[in-house]
Each structure stands twice: as structure tokens, then as C-alpha cells.
């Protein structure tokens, strides 16, 4: 069987007594970076062969995967932090995994997602959200944004500490996004944790004021 683990984003503790379970009870674990895996497992004294499957991992590597589920192996799936296949790698080994094994049982570990982690701090409408995952860097940028002004959910996206402030940027000069209530968390559950509240342009002001640095989720709300 196949468990796909969610690990902590930050904070180590943020990791459930089934989760390390889990990874106790698999032959090996599929990691995006074995060497960040390799800290968590530590932690918890977990002393399991390791196999590095990240997103430019080849087929040759996901047919070896397929080859241990086959004859009988129990495996764990993590990436570097959070959820697998949520802005991870692990669908499409999932996808290639059940044209062979389509019986397979692939079971869900759930735990620490940053989006929902965002989500759930910030007051917005959540009965219905949409999560856009990251802006494209360049072509599509501006299409992304427009998009998010026309949704009507409370809108979550992921961006990186290179891009944030031009996104906050970016949302501040959308006619139909300016006056919006957005909140932007940073670092979330880690030492410099930090929650910004306001409009676009007020929550660039209070990023403008530190070093930019870190992780970062976005949320829009609702209209
Ligand atoms: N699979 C992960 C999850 O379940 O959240 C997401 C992986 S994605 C490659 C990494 C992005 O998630 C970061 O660039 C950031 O936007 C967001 N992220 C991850 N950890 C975070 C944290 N502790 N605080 C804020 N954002 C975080």
C-alpha cells in the first residue's frame, strides 16, 4: 500500500501520532528532498530506508516505485513540508502508480496545509474558496490577477518571498481588488510567523517596513 503523508510546514511538533505511524510502518519513504525528510524523521527516531522522488524524478524511477508495490512493499509518500500533491510532487506518481495497480490501496494521511492553514485564520468566507496554487512568473501573470477580481469566493494563492511584494502590487492595481479585505500570512507556525491584515496596498506598506523573507500565502476575500 501506498500512504501519502502530510509533515509539518514549519513546526515540527504539527505532525499527528498517525502520521509517524505511518511512516513507521512503511518499508520506505518516498521523499521529495531526502535530506529535509531526513531532519523530521530524526525527530521522531524513525529509521527507514529512504528514496528520493521529486518533481524531475524520472520514469525509470517511478516504474522502480511501482516495482516495490508490487511485490508486496508498504510505502509512505512525503514532500518537503505540507500535504503531497498539493503544489507537490505526487499526483502524477499516483496517476502512473493506479494504471498499473488500479486496486492499490493509497491511503490519505492528512495533516498541515499552508492554504488551509491561511484560510483558517483569516475571517474570510470558507464555506467555498478557490485555490489558485502560485501566479505564473511571467506569461499569464497579469491574466492570474484579473482572474482573481472577477471570482467571487474568497480566493487563496501561494507566492514566494522573491514576488510577494509585487503581487501585492499587482492586486493593489486591480480596479475591483483594491478595496478588497486581503490577509497575507507569513512563516506560518514558525519562529517569525507573521499575519498582515488590510487592503493590498496596506499590507505592502507593512511588508514594505521588514526584510522580505520567508514563505507566503495570500487570501482575497470573498466579495
Ligand atoms: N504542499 C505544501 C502545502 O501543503 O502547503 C505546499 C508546497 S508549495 C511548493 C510551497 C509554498 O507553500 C510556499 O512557497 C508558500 O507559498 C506556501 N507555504 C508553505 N509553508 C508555508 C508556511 N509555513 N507559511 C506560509 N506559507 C507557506
Not at 528532498?33 to 529512504?50: A, C, E, F, N, W
Not at 478557490?130 to 499569464?140: D, R
Not at 475591483?176 to 496596498?201: C, D, S, W
Amino acid at each position: 500500500m501506498l500512504y501519502v503523508v502530510a509533515t509539518p510546514i514549519g513546526n515540527l511538533n504539527d505532525i499527528s501520532p498517525r502520521a509517524i505511524s505511518a511512516l513507521n510502518s512503511s518499508d520506505m519513504i518516498l521523499a521529495e528532498d531526502t535530506r529535509v525528510t531526513r531532519v523530521l524523521l530524526s525527530r521522531y527516531g524513525i529509521d527507514k530506508p529512504m528514496l528520493s522522488y521529486h518533481q524531475h524524478s524520472k520514469i525509470k524511477k517511478i516504474n522502480d516505485i511501482i516495482g516495490f508495490l508490487k511485490a508486496g512493499k508498504t510505502l509512505s509518500l512525503v514532500s518537503d513540508a505540507g500535504t503531497p500533491g498539493i503544489n507537490d510532487p505526487g499526483n502524477f506518481l499516483i496517476q502512473e502508480i493506479l494504471k498499473e495497480l488500479p486496486g492499490l490501496k493509497i491511503v490519505p494521511v492528512p495533516g498541515p496545509n499552508a492554504a488551509i492553514a491561511a484560510l483558517s485564520v483569516s475571517g474570510f468566507p470558507s464555506d467555498k474558496f478557490i485555490f489558485l496554487g502560485f501566479p505564473p512568473h511571467k506569461k499569464g501573470r497579469q491574466t492570474f490577477f484579473k482572474r482573481i477580481g472577477d471570482i467571487e469566493e474568497t480566493v487563496v494563492f501561494y507566492e514566494s518571498k522573491h514576488r510577494i511584494l509585487k503581487a501585492l502590487q499587482e492586486l493593489r492595481e486591480m480596479s475591483n481588488i483594491a478595496e478588497r479585505p486581503i490577509m497575507v500570512a507569513r512563516e506560518l507556525t514558525k519562529q517569525f510567523e507573521t499575519i498582515y491584515r488590510g487592503t493590498a496596498g496596506d499590507t505592502l506598506e507593512q511588508l514594505n517596513k521588514t526584510k522580505v523573507l520567508g514563505e507566503f500565502v495570500v487570501v482575497v476575500k470573498a466579495k
